[in-house]
């Protein structure tokens, strides 16, 4: 969607790789949000920011670090990649009416 | 804790007819926004319709309209002369509004609506 674009759109690594994936917004939006996607689940966060280097957990953080350091760059690693970690991977923004805006998600696959 | 449930995993539903999926929440604020995002096969999320709790009337979008029922916290989506292009996976969204970054989006699982021509 237009003001936010994650890098990159596909990507295979091996267990045990660490991994980073790329949010970047044009919206000079405070908050950022990172979430993923599985079958059955819906979408769940995993981080979310509120300023640079203002970040906190989600419901499903285990095994995922996230650092902000300007405003419009919202990064999500996986320091150590599983296979459970084998996703669809969303970064949004909050919009004014109150929704989200997303970007158009990284799948990740660990074999 | 939040919760959103869809209890339809899949739909389906003949062109030019109307369907509608089904969304319970639960919460115990009064003050929150209900959306539902639609998902085509492309993977990009698009906002369909958003309703706040404070207004009564429900919210409609063209053919999409909602029936929010705040007492039985019910929110369910009607879409009208289905097309083709409405074929996706359909995601019911809870947030409170209190501002802030805290009110995050809680999802329920989603409803893959298949349009038959």
């Known amino acids: 969607d237009a003001g936010i674009t994650q890098s990159p759109r596909h990507k295979v690594t091996e267990t045990g790789t660490p991994v980073t994936l790329r949010c970047h917004q044009t919206e000079n939006h405070r908050y950022m949000y990172w979430y993923r996607q599985d079958p059955g689940h819906g979408l769940r966060l995993i981080h979310y920011?509120?300023?640079?280097?203002?970040?906190d957990k989600g419901e499903v953080s285990d095994g995922y670090s996230v650092s902000r350091s300007k405003t419009e760059d919202f990064l999500l690693t996986l320091e150590s990649a599983t296979s459970s970690q084998t996703s669809v991977y969303f970064c949004?923004?909050?919009?004014?009416?109150?929704?989200?805006?997303f970007g158009s998600g990284t799948r990740l696959t660990v074999v | 804790a939040q919760t959103v449930t869809q209890s339809q995993p899949e739909m389906s539903v003949q062109e030019a007819e109307t369907v509608t999926l089904s969304c319970t929440y639960d919460t115990s604020e009064s003050d929150y926004y209900l959306f539902w995002y639609k998902q085509p096969p492309s993977r990009q999320m698009i906002l369909v319709i958003r309703?706040?709790?404070?207004?009564?009337q429900n919210a409609t979008e063209n053919r999409f309209s909602v029936n929010f029922q705040k007492a039985a916290k019910s929110f369910s989506l009607k879409i009208s002369d289905s097309q083709l292009g409405d074929a996706a996976m359909y995601f019911c969204a809870y947030r409170e509004n209190y501002g802030g970054a805290t009110n995050k989006l809680i999802f329920g699982t989603g409803t893959l609506l298949a349009v038959q021509p």
């Open positions: 920011s509120y300023g640079v280097k203002d970040t």
């Open positions: 309703q706040e709790a404070y207004k009564q």
């Open positions: 949004a923004i909050s919009d004014p009416r109150g929704g989200y805006t």
